[in-house]
């Protein structure tokens, strides 16, 4: 038992992968690409799940390169028309309110972010199937998953592209409502292109006093990191 649990499937600490990962992806990419934004480019859906599963099957779980995604991005690079992109950190649900609302667009807009939205997957070394017991956990196993390291250079590639104004709804009712560890905070302000303008919104729980706002010293940091790169920033405190 000691043996099997140390080597076999479950020794991760994380969720295993989604069941019915392959079928799903197959499906929302036929959604997505028939009912959701039927004018996009056409899209081979086969090739798109192919791709997917061979960025990550039979690979060690714990060794995710960006460069294992290349062929699946190149076949869907997550792009929106200019000035059209929301960001988020610890606001999912509102940030896709305010999107929606506004005809703007998030990375889960786009097909990939759709494709993967809520799912997990890994593979094992030696086998074509998925991990459906466990995957890696981000802090307790690796960083370098394979689910993480998607999410990075998704929004890697999403935050290069942008262009105008773009905006970013940051949680004001948290203590820091720019966290520099988040993706937003690593990976997205930190790639925008210089002369693009970010506008951030800071939204916190009605009835509760906010914990953070513009003025505080999270938003000078996420303002310094801008300034280095020369992105305009605008911030807005108090919507609910
Ligand atoms: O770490 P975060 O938020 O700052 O990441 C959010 C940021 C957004 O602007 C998105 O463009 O990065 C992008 N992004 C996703 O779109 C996404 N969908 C689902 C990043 N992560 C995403 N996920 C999952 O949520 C993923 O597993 C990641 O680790 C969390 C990040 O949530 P967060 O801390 O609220």
Same mark, same amino acid.
């Given at each position: 038992?000691?043996k099997?649990?140390?080597s076999?499937?479950?020794?991760?600490?994380g969720?295993?992968?989604t069941a019915?990962?392959q079928?799903?992806?197959?499906?929302r990419?036929?959604?997505?690409?028939?009912t959701?934004r039927?004018?996009?480019?056409?899209?081979?859906?086969q090739?798109?799940?192919?791709?997917?599963?061979s960025?990550?099957i039979?690979?060690d779980?714990c060794?995710?390169?960006?460069?294992d995604?290349?062929s699946?991005?190149?076949?869907?690079?997550?792009?929106v028309p200019?000035g059209?992109?929301?960001?988020w950190?610890?606001?999912?649900?509102?940030?896709?309110?305010?999107a929606k609302r506004?005809r703007l667009m998030t990375?889960?807009?786009?097909?990939?972010?759709y494709?993967?939205?809520?799912?997990s997957w890994c593979?094992e070394?030696?086998?074509?199937?998925l991990n459906i017991w466990?995957?890696?956990?981000?802090?307790?196993?690796?960083?370098t998953?394979?689910v993480?390291?998607f999410?990075?250079?998704?929004?890697?590639?999403?935050?290069?592209s942008?262009c105008n104004?773009?905006?970013?709804?940051?949680?004001?009712?948290?203590?820091?409502?720019?966290d520099?560890?988040?993706i937003f905070?690593r990976?997205?302000?930190? $790639?925008l292109?210089p002369q693009v303008?970010?506008?951030?919104?800071l939204v916190h729980?009605?009835?509760?006093?906010?914990?953070?706002s513009?003025?505080?010293?999270?938003?000078?940091?996420?303002?310094?990191i801008?300034?280095?790169r020369?992105?305009k920033?605008?911030?807005?405190? $108090?919507l609910?």
């Amino acid at each position: 038992i000691y043996k099997w649990h140390y080597s076999g499937l479950n020794r991760w600490h994380g969720a295993g992968s989604t069941a019915d990962f392959q079928k799903i992806i197959q499906e929302r990419c036929d959604t997505y690409t028939q009912t959701i934004r039927p004018g996009s480019r056409s899209r081979n859906c086969q090739a798109i799940r192919q791709a997917f599963m061979s960025a990550f099957i039979s690979k060690d779980p714990c060794k995710a390169t960006k460069e294992d995604y290349n062929s699946l991005i190149n076949l869907a690079p997550p792009t929106v028309p200019c000035g059209q992109q929301v960001f988020w950190s610890k606001t999912k649900e509102l940030a896709h309110e305010y999107a929606k609302r506004r005809r703007l667009m998030t990375l889960e807009d786009t097909l990939l972010g759709y494709l993967a939205d809520g799912l997990s997957w890994c593979g094992e070394p030696g086998s074509s199937d998925l991990n459906i017991w466990s995957c890696p956990d981000w802090r307790k196993d690796c960083r370098t998953n394979y689910v993480s390291v998607f999410w990075e250079v998704l929004s890697e590639r999403f935050a290069e592209s942008a262009c105008n104004t773009v905006r970013v709804v940051l949680n004001g009712s948290l203590e820091n409502a720019f966290d520099s560890m988040s993706i937003f905070g690593r990976v997205e302000a930190p $790639n925008l292109r210089p002369q693009v303008e970010l506008e951030a919104w800071l939204v916190h729980d009605t009835g509760k006093p906010p914990s953070d706002s513009c003025s505080g010293s999270s938003i000078r940091k996420l303002k310094s990191i801008l300034d280095g790169r020369n992105v305009k920033f605008r911030c807005m405190d $108090n919507l609910r």
